[in-house]
């Protein structure tokens, strides 16, 4: 499974989301539905080599929550973050939190879209994976 996917099956496992392509989804938000979760990933930290057979990647990963509610969004940010904060994912990724809480950035559109105005909050992890 691609991480964008493992992270999803995390999210619906803990009773955060319903299923990748419904209400998660990968890279950026769909138009529709306003409600929903996205998984970014991002170039995280650059690898720590620990012998010459491999090395200790450190990818980046945010994840933002949209939700036409503030503090449904907030605290949905917020379960995210406790939720994945040290958590090993398929037995290959230990996620870790770079902030103590989530971030709000809502932009001017996503205040101004026609089908009402939507809130954003995001969490930012680095992953660890042992690369062989």
Partial sequence: MTLISDMAASLVSQGLATALGTDIFGFRFP???????????????EPDLYDSTGAIDRPGLQIQVRNTDVLVAEASAEAIRTGLDLATISGYVICRTTRSRPVDVTSPDDLK??????????VDFILSEVRT
Avoid at 31 to 45: D, F, K, V
Avoid at 113 to 122: E, I, L, Q
């Fill in 31 to 45: 138009s529709s539905p306003l409600n929903c979760i996205c998984i970014i990933p991002a170039g995280g930290r």
């Fill in 113 to 122: 879209a026609d089908d009402g105005p939507a809130y954003r909050f995001s």
